[in-house]
């Protein structure tokens, strides 16, 4: 018998997603391996979401010898670790209260990360200025969207908000908007123009919306989550003139801005545009900027950190974030990954060598990953795969056949979950459903993360092949 | 011009703390004596939150060898570490996806963590079970607090949700009501009788609660935050009987349960008394015990670790903390931080020895603190300190000359909000107003922690002695 008859009704309608089923599975099949349960594989690989470490990307060593030492400062003294690393540790932990990574953080955090990060943008930008007041410090994007949404969102609104999201979407973002009570409205990235973001297709989205909810921003995903897509600056002008005509907030995720490998690729970021576009867009448009240590070269995701950048808020609303962050205490070694991420080692310095060397190997592997996934998955039948301009992920689509979709059908299992389900069972190999990402109904993919290891993605590449080829057989 | 005209309402209305006005004023001043500007101090000395690290208490060397280690794994290799210390980081890393710190940690966060906190629990409650599938790992207990909110509260029904909280209150158990669209009814503990928590006071405030808003849960924090109070039995029985009748979820902050240091004193968690109850209570009062690494004798608040134990939720519910959960990725030093804290070194153990001479030293200079701080405070004129049984405070009570009402009253400002401002002011130390603790006008507090070191305690003392005497003699 439970006492508790009340619950927020918003928590309970929040989606559950059926990569968390599947991660789940994953789980228990690790375990029974463990346990010595014969299986045709030795281990699960989970490509599901970016998670480089997970995947044999090594993490960069400069970076983790600050944090190491920060940990316990003993190691500054004797020459366990290089000078510039212990250098850095020692002004790092000069910035903590007590000179401890244990103290808390009170907003803004530690003392000179606003400035460090406001002179990364400006730099990042061509000299656009990034004031140190419009940065928060946040334990990374995902905490970012969340703050940023629970005070846009009155969600006891009649009718509620609702946020423009892309379709394929990056999970998150609607997940979370749906938690506030706010509507998540689908506009659909065109899949045949390699994803490109149309404004016919947000003016068909605010249409939709009429009646259903009131629309208050827009978000947007650059280079693209999951579609690798990478805006032009023609898109984005076009983008930020509609957002000014329809008064609506700007919410760019920009967390992927280090992954560009597409050829004639480069990113820019909103803020950079809506500056240079000027009077009376420079001044008005009201952007959200998210950046994070989880992606990237760094992919430090189980280390919590991240920032946000706010352009053109009203004093008001800025009061409202400093009351909110003021009770936020983002982990010290999340902001000393940041730290590092904006202020990596400089030529001549001890660990630059080491540093650059590494991140090259990242960035080879990438194309390297990229190339291989696209030469691998369009020599298979029923599968296409369209290059991709940077980010973190491949969004290759399925033709599946219509015994399977009959097959799954009568299991009651949409198609794409059903082929990544025994995708599962039987490689050990753990990837997205497309209807996880918004994808509609008919149109079948997957998605899976580029961000591993040379070895990880061909043993992905061996595993997904064979399924494959065995599941367009049996059904055909 | 701002396009931005929505925003969150509850979010404005949440109550900005005379606090943080404090703190941003003492970071200037940090500032300004780092530009070398005089002052009658060198340094400012902020006992206002139970920060330990950054005020003097020194960090437990074994887990923060087993954080570097982790960190780096290099350190693995050779002997910089104890061999215990590099065998607890390999097991740790062994548990991380890909053997790295980096990889996100889904949930239910690192594979033994439950099993581990489970053990622990039911060790402590002399045998109770604590299944580990009722454990939640979280990024700290305000984390939990505002997450356990978020699912148990409404914000769009009216009359709104009541969360029941004590008076003197741990601020963020009203601010995270508040922000969640909740009311937090106060109930009064008594200052007269050692802040104990008096049954009579809780039906007073359920009755006051009538028609403003709809009670749905009690929150109780034992050992007192900020009060020092620790709970009898038979007193935590009443308020069992009493959630019971009035069928509302009880949420118990345990989060300074290391901390006991009161003759006669001892801490019992709420989980082993409804336990020991029996039925009706023990298969049907809804809990949840919350715990930290921030607080206790690892005082890690910057690593971001803690659990939540729910007990006897309808599975309905656990279905929604599950979803919320599994987007929850609590920064896996944390989670290493926790993990330590439940499995300290065992005798035998290399590092043992440290350890414990390590938490002998952290306890004895907790009672050394109080035992000065009761001594020098009842001395002065116009103080008065009583004695408490454990957590990280101490909460005297001013008895401030009308003279200083009066001045206060002119500057439009409380009186205890006055003295805390002079006193940062004139000494540099920042304590923590009692109108910030929900104590009612007319009678004045200031609370500061004595988790600091001896030192630290010496020289707080000395600077709110010198200021409190020259305060009352100026303004008598």
Known sequence: MSQLRLINPKVQNIRALELDTLVRKAVRIEEELKQGLKK?????????????????????????????????????????????????????????????????????????????????????????????????VVGGSHQALKLLLSILVDGSRSPPAGLLVPVPWKTTSVTNMEAVGGVAVPYYLDGQQGWRLRVEELRGALLSAVGACHPVALYVSNPGDPTGHVQSRESMEEIIRFVFEEKL???????????????????????????????????????????????????????????????????????SFYVVLCQLNVSILGQMALNGMLNPPKPGDPSHALYEEEIQHIRSTMIHNVTRAMKVLN???????????????????????????????????????????????????????????????????IRFSIMTSMDTMEEVLRRLSTFHKRFMKDFS
Not at 84 to 102: F, M, P
Not at 285 to 312: D, K, P, T
Request: net charge negative.
């Open 379 to 445: 020599s298979l039948p029923g599968i296409s795969c369209k290059p991709i301009g940077g980010g973190a992920y491949m969004l290759p689509r399925l033709h599946l056949p219509h015994g399977a979709i009959q097959q799954a059908k009568e299991e009651g299992r949409l198609p794409d979950c059903f082929y990544c389900s025994r995708l599962l069972e039987q490689t050990g190999l753990c990837v997205c459903p497309g209807v996880d990402l918004g994808l509609p109904e008919g149109t079948h993919h």
């Open 40 to 136: 045709p594989y030795n281990e699960v690989i989970n490509v599901s979401r970016c998670n480089p470490h997970a995947t044999g990307v090594k993490p960069l060593s400069f970076f983790r010898q600050v944090i190491a030492t920060c940990s316990y400062p003993t190691l500054i003294e004797g020459d366990t670790m290089p000078l510039d690393v212990r250098e850095r540790a020692k002004t790092l932990l000069g910035e903590c209260s007590g000179g401890s990574i244990g103290s808390y953080s009170f907003w803004p955090g530690l003392p000179h990360l606003q400035r460090s990060i406001s002179k990364f943008i400006s730099h990042r930008d061509g000299g656009v200025p990034a004031p140190p007041d419009n940065i928060f």
């Open 249 to 319: 907030f700007l919410l760019a995720d920009e967390v992927h801005q280090e992954i560009v490998i597409g050829e004639g690729c480069k990113f820019i970021s909103y803020k950079k545009v809506l500056a240079e576009m000027g009077a009376p867009f420079s001044d008005t448009v009201e952007l959200a900027s998210l950046h994070s240590v989880s992606q990237g070269f760094m992919g430090e995701g189980g280390l919590r950190g991240g920032y946000m950048e706010l352009v053109n808020m009203d004093p008001s609303v800025m009061k």
